[in-house]
């Protein structure tokens, strides 16, 4: 805060009139802010709306901070406008509020933070809704927090005010659905990743990961609800071995805990050639790939990656001396086979399949096979406020910021009691200029006319007298003009 008493402060955070006199535009108190960056008045942002607490938090997070917009839904635009076209790996965050505030910027800076995994929205709660948000959410009253991860899962549901910090604590807790989409920014999170290494540290030389692959629909939906249920049971140890009958199912609850194992779905679709990779079979079209035929079929393949102790621990740098021996040196570090699982999709079947794959896996000496892998394709693109340090908004609204400044000094220019007499003077001496231009072309016009008549009128003797001997020397040969001395009259004959 500064006080108007403060007059060199003050002067240096005003605005100055074309005459250099101070001035605040919208009076006092006035808001300004210095954006990162920014070192001298000539670059700070100030607050032009009106002063309320809403609009300065909104442009203050908008416009200093470089925060993204959490926006308002109606129950009839909810589900078209934010769950349709939110992406299918993000977790679905909904705020309900009775006041309908905006949200504060802390709120702000976790939905950047968490961008790649989650989306935000907010909903102004009424009791004349209440049996629409109880149904679909299971929300009883504002203020509340929803999260909607997988499809066909229930609703995180939290009542009461939310705090900065457990809210933090939370939104970290629920960022990943519960089962994890395989993508370019979690592959080395989840250790399905041959250049990467196992979730249960560097010094794990074999583990593994379960893909469930397929393109979006019921198809996928469904097969996604039993893989949740398959980690759910591997989870739980204790109703493994009772609900098992066979042993060796326990391999894979064990991996599971030691972090050997991951469990993760892929869209098929965009991810066609790291799918085609793995599932190189005739019906691999069901899928990967964009959609062919009418059924989609949802594929689970199971990969082993095993990393070799000696080369990791030396390392010799070689120079490639051929093309052929460039290619041979760009594949993974880590060694990979894939298995694709073709039995009924049950939950104690699949279990057993992947135990004894990652039995099997463990006890035999399998072929240090590698290859180069299909690089993951980034699903989202960009938001605007990352584009750049100083892309503090978009480009329309930076647009419309310079053309409002551009008016803006276009009226204080016109508001200089200088610009009329500034303007008068420059409209008198373009006048000036014009007719003293045309004054100095008549004057050549009418001196030139009266020389050119004299020329071609009265000729000096002289003159005459040069043109009439130039005019004889210039004329052409001819054979009467003289006769030879040896010339005579050649005598005719009586015939001619």
């Known amino acids: 805060m500064v006080e108007l008493g403060e007059v060199q402060v003050a002067a240096y955070l005003s605005e100055r009139k074309p005459m250099g006199r101070f001035f605040f535009r919208n009076g ?28 300065v938090i909104d ?21 078209p406008r934010f769950l349709a076209k939110s992406s299918p790996h993000k977790v679905k965050v909904i705020f309900f509020s009775k006041t309908g505030e905006r949200a504060t910027p802390a709120i702000r800076q976790a939905a950047r933070d968490y961008w790649n995994y989650a989306t935000f929205a907010c909903v102004l709660w009424r009791e004349e809704e209440f049996s629409v948000w ?3 959410f299971g929300v009883e009253s504002a203020p509340a927090v929803v999260f909607l991860k997988d499809p066909g899962l229930k609703p995180l549901v939290y009542h009461g005010s939310v705090n900065d910090s457990w809210f933090l604590d939370v939104l970290e807790q629920n960022k990943q659905q519960e089962l994890p989409q395989l993508r370019s920014l979690t592959s080395e999170e989840l250790g399905c990743d ?5 979730r249960a540290g560097r010094d794990t030389l074999t583990w593994y990961c379960a893909i469930l692959a397929g393109r979006l629909g019921p198809e996928l939906d469904s097969m996604r609800e039993t893989m949740r249920r398959v980690q759910e049971t591997l989870s739980k140890s204790s109703e493994l071995k009772a609900a098992s009958e ?31 990779f793995y599932l190189n079979i005739e019906s691999s079209y069901e899928t990967c790939g964009p959609r062919r035929v009418p059924t989609d079929v949802p594929r689970l393949f199971i990969i082993r990656y095993e990393r070799n102790a000696t080369e990791d621990t030396f390392k010799v740098d070689k120079k490639a001396k051929s093309i052929w021996e460039f290619h041979q040196q760009e594949v993974d570090p880590a ?64 647009t419309k910021q310079k053309i409002q400044r551009t008016i803006i ?33 008549n004057r050549s016009v009418q001196s030139s006319q009266p020389s050119q008549a004299d020329n071609g009128d009265k000729l000096k003797p002289r003159e ?17 003009d003289f006769e030879p001395k040896d010339s005579y009259q050649m005598p005719l004959s009586d015939s001619d």
């Open 28 to 55: 006092l108190p006035s808001v300004v802010a210095f954006p990162s960056g920014c070192k001298t008045s000539d670059c700070l942002t100030r607050f032009e709306g009106e002063l309320s607490v809403d609009a």
């Open 59 to 79: 442009w203050f997070a908008m416009a200093v901070l470089n925060l993204p917009r959490i926006f308002y839904y109606s129950k009839e635009s909810l589900g």
């Open 134 to 136: 109880w149904n679909t």
């Open 194 to 198: 041959a250049r990467g290494y196992s």
């Open 246 to 276: 066979d042993e060796h199912s326990i391999t894979a609850a064990v991996a599971l805990k030691s972090k050997r194992l991951t469990l993760s779905w892929l869209d098929g679709e965009t991810q066609k050639n790291y799918c085609f």
């Open 335 to 398: 060694a990979q086979l894939s298995v694709t699982y073709n039995v009924s999709a049950e939950v104690s079947r699949i279990i057993q399949w992947m135990s004894n794959i990652i039995e099997d896996g463990d006890s035999r000496k399998l072929p240090f096979y590698r290859v180069k892998t299909p690089e993951l394709v980034p699903e989202d693109a960009e938001p605007f406020w990352s584009r750049g340090p100083q892309g503090l908004l978009s480009k329309s609204m930076g």
């Open 409 to 441: 000094r276009i009226y204080d220019y016109l508001g200089d009691p200088r610009i009329g007499p500034a303007l008068l003077l420059g409209a008198l001496m373009s006048f000036g200029s014009i007719w003293l231009m045309r004054t100095q072309q």
């Open 464 to 480: 005459r007298c040069r043109e009439r001997n130039a005019s004889k020397r210039n004329l052409p040969p001819s054979i009467t």
